[in-house]
């Protein structure tokens, strides 16, 4: 079984300044880990996906996060928001070779002027 | 290239009614997963199919079941509505299923079911 836990329900910050939303999960079996936007009343846009490799991974929108396989963690970053970040964002964990993804509650990013 | 498109945006029914809910995927997308977003809550996985055969379900009830056809669409339905059953679904597409690196989902823009 797998879960996911986002440490953070609701992060305000100023505009300009940097962000951390924070993703732990915990999995059985290795995994691959996303980070979805989603803006009000609409779907889910993917920002980035740690698939293998380097653990830095570079999204769209100038956001990056980091998989840290030691302590299970894949926190999303970005050194300077804006007003049009503001957006729910979601942490998600599948199982390699399977398209079932198992997603956190999510972090309401609030970016105030 | 067009995204994952589902039918209709929002939809109104009441307690006990039947509902068919559509999505199509992104043109070469073999895999369609379904996922229900409850207000404040992550999305919940309930199916994936892939090549027309179910190869994942959720903790959902019976009420719930979903089909894929040989263009790779797919329509999830609901019978016996509940007002718990109010939430926005998802539909995601993917390239293939079992293979690495084709497990990236692409979600549509969800359809609103109201139950009253």
């Known amino acids: 079984a797998q879960s996911v836990t986002q440490l953070d329900s609701q992060v305000p910050v100023f505009e300009e300044a940097p962000v951390e939303l924070r993703c732990n999960y915990s999995?059985?079996?290795?995994?691959?880990l996303f980070w979805y936007v989603q803006y009000p009343n609409q779907g889910l846009q993917l920002l980035l996906k740690y698939l293998s490799g380097s653990t830095l991974v570079k999204g769209i929108n100038g956001f990056e996060a980091e998989f840290n396989k030691s302590q299970t963690s894949f926190h999303l970053r970005k050194p300077s928001v804006h007003i049009s970040d503001t957006a729910e964002y979601f942490c998600?964990?599948?199982?390699?070779?399977?398209?079932?993804?198992?997603f956190g509650d999510g972090t309401t990013l609030t970016v105030k002027p | 290239d067009a995204g994952v498109t589902q039918s209709p945006t929002h939809l109104i029914k009441t307690r006990g009614q039947q509902v068919t809910l559509r999505c199509s995927p992104i043109?070469?997308?073999?895999?369609v997963s379904w996922y229900q977003q409850v207000l404040g809550q992550g999305p919940q996985f309930i199916f994936q199919y892939y090549e027309k055969e179910e190869r994942g379900r959720g903790n959902f009830p019976d009420r719930f079941s979903a089909r894929q056809f040989p263009n790779y669409s797919s329509e999830l339905n609901v019978n016996a509505l509940l007002l718990g059953d109010s939430a926005l679904y998802l539909c995601?597409?993917?390239?293939?299923?079992?293979?690495?690196?084709?497990?990236?989902?692409?979600f549509g823009p969800g359809t609103r079911l109201t139950v009253l």
């Open positions: 998600a964990v599948s199982d390699i070779g399977r398209g079932k993804s198992t």
């Open positions: 999995s059985s079996v290795s995994v691959y």
């Open positions: 995601a597409s993917s390239l293939a299923y079992g293979a690495m690196g084709t497990d990236t989902q692409y």
């Open positions: 043109s070469g997308h073999k895999s």
